[in-house]
């Protein structure tokens, strides 16, 4: 039940963070029963951003919804796109040609480090580090910039369509992501000199937020958040999409099942995203970035599920089509929402101090949560 | 265990479960007053052992609801989408979220923008809508003449 603000009968202290607060990155509520300092209750209220994105694209033909997902989670937009595009693909039964599929897996994996490096500034931030924000933003420019040329776009870039991608890549494309490859390993040490070594943000991490691997299954956490508790749960490996099969990479798991060790598998998914970056820069192949379908595009009657690994976890796409130019129903499975769903039981306990760090380790962004 | 064998499995366990064509998994109908106890048996039977709710959700059919569970094996990997049928006039449904815990949330989603109801849901209210909200969006017969923009 909601609770008042103010003091219950038991003398606990009920407040509110947030909408706006700094740490809840966006229009997150929470409210708090507190103990003096200790969590007893946390109470997401959500619903400050939803868009009811499922009813927009009721009404949208299947080529126009992928555009409103990237408005989903807005730093894996291409994860989202790519979703939306292999689903419909899966209905209409197209053949992608190689090009385009491989052009897809770098972006992809581009938006996975951006994506994680901007995480990795903020929770620096979160904990009152500033410096580290401006470091991993000199690195995730370069990559939105490399976007910017070739998608012509920063953020939403809408690249990746039903049957390939938009338009052919920039012929610098190549030549800008190697150095940008380059750039991120000579740089990534002062990542590990700058957060990970350091005693006060180890001591901050390490034991806090515990989330044992059968409650991570529970709660229907997936992504790093389930991957530090050492679920296998990385959707690339397990049913593989494009030609994830065919590259190396290992998946990150760690078994400390706190927020430490949350961080260190986004710290080592970095490395293994610049891994097939290196394997797929000089192996495009050549050929049509985009297969040839129809203008209007049809899928046929029955349900249809597609899921796709973005940097926050699983997302699922859910389409219903009763066979006409627009879906029926569409569900998105989005990560952060279960992710979230996870949160008052990792903090019940610990300190409010603690809340933010272990926040910060779930990576929420809320617009994929409202949707 | 392949779709077959999981067809054979559960038609051996409940045997009144009807199984539709279609999809690339195993989808059953199942009759809603038998939904807890199959829920517990899916979840606790060993060869099965779906601990894994990746999906809750709901469609609107115009004469009826299905609610949509898709179910998944960590262990087992295999996956499964059971349905249920729920009457217009008023969907009732028994909650699931002591079993799986992120049913907590989807089914206060469902309950927000479908007006399903969940049965023994420990806290069960509107979750993104405000609580005043009058109807339900995502249900085919929502009019809205302010904000709903007709294509």
Same mark, same amino acid.
């Given at each position: 039940?909601?609770?008042?603000?103010?003091?219950?009968?038991?003398?606990?202290?009920?407040?509110?963070?947030?909408?706006?607060?700094?740490?809840?990155?966006?229009?997150?509520?929470?409210?708090?029963?507190?103990?003096?300092?200790?969590?007893?209750?946390?109470?997401?209220?959500?619903?400050?951003?939803?868009?009811?994105?499922?009813?927009?694209?009721?009404?949208?033909?299947?080529?126009?919804?992928?555009?409103?997902?990237?408005?989903?989670?807005?730093?894996?937009?291409?994860?989202?796109?790519?979703?939306?595009?292999?689903?419909?693909?899966?209905?209409?039964?197209?053949?992608?040609?190689?090009?385009?599929?491989?052009?897809?897996?770098?972006?992809?994996?581009?938006?996975?480090?951006?994506?994680?490096?901007?995480?990795?500034?903020?929770?620096?931030?979160?904990?009152?580090?500033?410096?580290?924000?401006?470091?991993?933003?000199?690195?995730?420019?370069?990559?939105?910039?490399?976007?910017?040329?070739?998608?012509?776009?920063?953020?939403?870039?809408?690249?990746?369509?039903?049957?390939?991608?938009?338009?052919?890549?920039?012929?610098?494309?190549?030549?800008?992501?190697?150095?940008?490859?380059?750039?991120?390993?000579?740089?990534?040490?002062?990542?590990?000199?700058?957060?990970?070594?350091?005693?006060?943000?180890?001591?901050?991490?390490?034991?806090?937020?515990?989330?044992?691997?059968?409650?991570?299954?529970?709660?229907?956490?997936?992504?790093?958040?389930?991957?530090?508790?050492?679920?296998?749960?990385?959707?690339?490996?397990?049913?593989?999409?494009?030609?994830?099969?065919?590259?190396?990479?290992?998946?990150?798991?760690?078994?400390?099942?706190?927020?430490?060790?949350?961080?260190?598998?986004?710290?080592?998914?970095?490395?293994?995203?610049?891994?097939?970056?290196?394997?797929?820069?000089?192996?495009?192949?050549?050929?049509?970035?985009?297969?040839?379908?129809?203008?209007?595009?049809?899928?046929?009657?029955?349900?249809?599920?597609?899921?796709?690994?973005?940097?926050?976890?699983?997302?699922?796409?859910?389409?219903?089509?009763?066979?006409?130019?627009?879906?029926?129903?569409?569900?998105?499975?989005?990560?952060?929402?279960?992710?979230?769903?996870?949160?008052?039981?990792?903090?019940?306990?610990?300190?409010?101090?603690?809340?933010?760090?272990?926040?910060?380790?779930?990576?929420?962004?809320?617009?994929?949560?409202?949707? | 265990?392949?779709?077959?064998?999981?067809?054979?499995?559960?038609?051996?366990?409940?045997?009144?479960?009807?199984?539709?064509?279609?999809?690339?998994?195993?989808?059953?109908?199942?009759?809603?007053?038998?939904? +807890?106890?199959?829920?517990?048996?899916?979840?606790?039977?060993?060869?099965?052992?779906?601990?894994?709710?990746?999906?809750?959700?709901?469609?609107?059919?115009?004469?009826?609801?299905?609610?949509?569970?898709?179910?998944?094996?960590?262990?087992?990997?295999?996956?499964?989408?059971?349905?249920? +049928?729920?009457?217009?006039?008023?969907?009732?449904?028994?909650?699931?979220?002591?079993?799986?815990?992120?049913?907590?949330?989807?089914?206060?989603?469902?309950?927000?923008?479908?007006?399903?109801?969940?049965?023994?849901?420990?806290?069960?209210?509107?979750?993104?809508?405000?609580?005043?909200?009058?109807?339900?969006?995502?249900?085919?017969?929502?009019?809205?003449?302010?904000?709903?923009?007709?294509?």
């Amino acid at each position: 039940m909601i609770e008042e603000l103010g003091t219950t009968s038991e003398g606990y202290m009920v407040i509110n963070i947030g909408p706006q607060h700094p740490a809840t990155h966006g229009v997150l509520r929470l409210v708090m029963t507190l103990d003096g300092e200790t969590i007893i209750k946390t109470e997401p209220h959500l619903g400050y951003i939803h868009r009811s994105i499922e009813k927009m694209c009721e009404s949208l033909s299947y080529r126009q919804f992928v555009y409103v997902t990237s408005r989903m989670d807005y730093l894996s937009s291409h994860m989202n796109n790519h979703g939306c595009s292999l689903v419909v693909e899966k209905g209409l039964q197209v053949e992608v040609p190689e090009r385009a599929q491989v052009i897809r897996v770098l972006m992809d994996e581009l938006t996975r480090v951006a994506s994680h490096e901007l995480w990795w500034g903020a929770m620096a931030m979160d904990l009152g580090a500033f410096t580290p924000f401006f470091h991993s933003f000199r690195e995730r420019e370069t990559i939105t910039d490399i976007m910017e040329e070739t998608c012509g776009a920063r953020l939403t870039m809408n690249y990746i369509c039903p049957g390939g991608v938009m338009a052919d890549l920039h012929p610098d494309f190549q030549k800008r992501v190697k150095k940008f490859v380059a750039l991120f390993k000579s740089k990534f040490h002062e990542y590990n000199e700058l957060v990970t070594g350091n005693i006060i943000f180890q001591n901050r991490m390490k034991g806090v937020g515990i989330l044992s691997a059968e409650n991570a299954i529970s709660y229907g956490c997936t992504g790093p958040v389930a991957r530090g508790s050492g679920v296998s749960s990385d959707i690339r490996k397990l049913y593989p999409y494009e030609v994830y099969n065919k590259l190396q990479f290992d998946e990150v798991l760690e078994t400390g099942c706190d927020s430490f060790a949350r961080y260190m598998v986004r710290i080592n998914e970095m490395l293994q995203s610049i891994k097939i970056i290196e394997q797929l820069i000089d192996q495009i192949p050549e050929g049509e970035f985009q297969a040839k379908t129809k203008a209007v595009l049809k899928l046929p009657k029955g349900e249809f599920y597609q899921r796709v690994e973005t940097a926050r976890g699983e997302l699922g796409i859910y389409i219903v089509s009763e066979g006409g130019t627009t879906p029926y129903r569409i569900k998105f499975r989005s990560p952060g929402f279960s992710n979230l769903s996870a949160l008052p039981h990792l903090v019940k306990g610990s300190k409010i101090g603690d809340l933010v760090a272990t926040m910060g380790t779930l990576d929420l962004v809320i617009p994929d949560i409202d949707r | 265990m392949n779709n077959e064998d999981l067809k054979n499995k559960i038609t051996e366990l409940f045997p009144t479960a009807t199984f539709e064509e279609g999809g690339e998994w195993v989808n059953i109908f199942i009759d809603p007053a038998q939904w +807890k106890t199959i829920a517990e048996r899916l979840r606790t039977t060993n060869e099965l052992a779906f601990d894994y709710l990746f999906c809750l959700t709901c469609v609107d059919w115009k004469t009826h609801f299905t609610m949509v569970y898709h179910l998944s094996s960590t262990i087992h990997r295999h996956a499964l989408v059971l349905k249920i +049928k729920l009457e217009r006039s008023n969907p009732e449904v028994e909650t699931v979220c002591d079993l799986w815990r992120t049913a907590e949330l989807h089914e206060r989603e469902v309950y927000d923008l479908f007006g399903v109801t969940f049965l023994n849901h420990p806290d069960l209210r509107r979750l993104f809508l405000t609580d005043d909200f009058i109807g339900y969006p995502l249900r085919k017969d929502f009019e809205d003449p302010i904000n709903m923009i007709k294509l």
